[in-house]
């Protein structure tokens, strides 16, 4: 079974970066794309970005170039870097794996890490 | 982006009765591969986001069988045969077929 890790500072000062880092087990992190998804307090999921583990990425527009993904197979882990972020960066943020692309059988976003509140404040 | 639009928003329903939420897409949400890439994911209370459904109807592994996918093209139903009371959360349809993945605003289930 998939489990996935979510680990960082819980606290950012705006206009800095955010770097968060998920651990894979149960899985090799060569298998799939790996996803990064935030959810605002109250508020429904958006869909950050995903990476696999040749280093390729897929990005939200909605975050223009301040998203960086990256991914380290020795360590079975992946990494998210948001930079100059503000209090709308305020979520909890969620590590997945991503199915897409025949990778694994379900096609979808099936495994989640149990999720990391960031809070973006001085 | 393809916009997902759940109905209702809220569900209020008796415990043993059965519940029903739709979701529809701007767009086909039909692949090139054949597949259709709708998916539904369970939200309880305080807990992250779990898979529920894969393409339309594929329940995932240790999904109880009362919950059922259907639909085609840009309309989509998820429905559960009778509530239980671990059911309470939040309910969102997700696209994957076209980058960003996007997801419905949620459908909050509740017990009357």
């Known amino acids: 079974q998939v489990q996935l890790q979510e680990s960082g500072p819980g606290l950012v000062k705006p206009s800095e970066t955010l770097s968060l880092t998920c651990t894979v087990s149960g899985a090799s992190i060569s298998s799939s794309y790996w996803s990064w998804l935030r959810q605002p307090a109250g508020k429904g999921l958006e869909w950050m970005g995903r990476i696999y583990t040749s280093g390729s990425t897929n990005y939200n527009p909605s975050l223009g170039s301040r998203v960086t993904m990256s991914v380290d197979t020795s360590r079975n882990q992946f990494s998210l870097r948001l930079t100059s972020v503000t209090a709308a960066d305020t979520a909890v943020y969620y590590c997945a794996r991503d199915c897409s692309g025949g990778t694994c059988y379900t096609g979808s976003v099936d495994s989640w890490g149990q999720g990391i509140e960031v809070t973006v404040s001085s | 982006d393809i916009v997902m639009t759940q109905t209702p928003l809220s569900s209020p329903v008796t415990l043993g009765q059965p519940a029903s939420i739709s979701c529809r897409s701007s767009?086909?949400?039909?692949?090139?591969?054949?597949?259709?890439?709708l998916s539904w994911l369970q939200q309880r209370p305080g807990q992250a986001p779990r898979l529920l459904i894969y393409k339309i109807s594929d329940r995932f592994s240790g999904v109880p069988d009362r919950f059922r996918g259907s639909g085609a093209g840009t309309d989509f139903t998820l429905k559960i045969s009778r509530v239980e009371a671990e059911d309470v959360g939040v309910y969102y349809c997700?696209?994957?077929?076209?980058?960003?993945?996007?997801f419905g605003q949620g459908t909050k289930l509740e017990i009357k």
């Open positions: 767009q086909s949400l039909v692949h090139s591969d054949g597949n259709t890439y």
């Open positions: 997700m696209q994957g077929i076209q980058f960003p993945y996007t």
